[in-house]
């Protein structure tokens, strides 16, 4: 069964300092979303990674693709508190998306 | 242009009882999909439509759930008997059938079994 693994799960962080999501997959893939979702909302697209080293930015979000690590990374410079929110990664394997567990980020003023 | 539309946005039911939800996916999406949320979790693939067809049911308690999309534009899905377990966000999306941009997420419809 494929796994989609995050870490951390729960993440608390002060506002301007930085940090890395992880999103691990068990299958061969080369396309990896991420998504945010805030409470009670629906999730929002946030990058779309299509190949083996693909890198996106949006403001302070950035995120990687490693399709031979089966590894995806977003990274958060100077966190702000408009960030906090659960971020999920999913894995594309042509058939259908499996997400990760997702990441609950908190950031503190 | 208009999202995935769903409803109703919250329901409240009795163990055993019965409830249906609703999804209008994008104009022109051809795929449909019905993810369910348990809280504190990723959402998990139920169903996968394409066009009225089913491409992927595997995950789908069939013994309880069922889904259909008869004119291959709106859909339903349906828990009858509902049971405590079932409590989650059910999050519909569609998209285009050849896409690597993903899929579009509707806001969800939040089931309390009690």
């Known amino acids: 069964e494929l796994k989609v693994e995050q870490n951390p799960l729960f993440l608390s962080m002060q506002e301007g300092k930085n940090y890395t999501i992880y999103c691990n997959y068990s299958t061969t893939s080369d396309r990896l979303y991420w998504y945010r979702q805030d409470p009670g909302k629906s999730l929002e697209s946030l990058f779309v990674l299509l190949s083996n080293g693909a890198v996106k930015q949006e403001g302070r979000l950035m995120a990687s693709l490693d399709t031979k690590a089966r590894l995806s990374t977003l990274h958060i410079t100077a966190a702000v508190h408009d960030l906090s929110a659960t971020y999920f990664c999913a894995v594309d394997t042509g058939n259908q998306f499996y997400f990760g567990t997702g990441t609950s980020l908190t950031v503190i003023p | 242009e208009a999202g995935v539309a769903q409803s109703p946005r919250y329901k409240i039911i009795e163990k055993r009882q019965s409830v249906a939800f609703w999804c209008n996916p994008i104009s022109g999406h051809a795929t449909l999909y019905w993810y369910q949320q348990i809280l504190g979790q990723g959402p998990k693939l139920l169903i996968q439509?394409?066009?009225?067809?089913?491409?992927?049911d595997s995950q789908l308690p069939k013994d309880r759930f069922s889904a259909e999309r008869l004119k291959g534009v709106d859909s339903t899905l349906k828990i009858q008997p509902a049971k405590l377990e079932d409590s989650a966000v059910y999050l519909c999306?569609?998209?285009?059938?050849?896409?690597?941009?993903?899929?579009?997420f509707g806001s969800g419809t939040r089931l309390t079994v009690v």
């Open positions: 999306a569609s998209s285009l059938v050849f896409t690597p941009y993903g899929y579009t």
């Open positions: 439509f394409q066009n009225n067809g089913v491409v992927d």
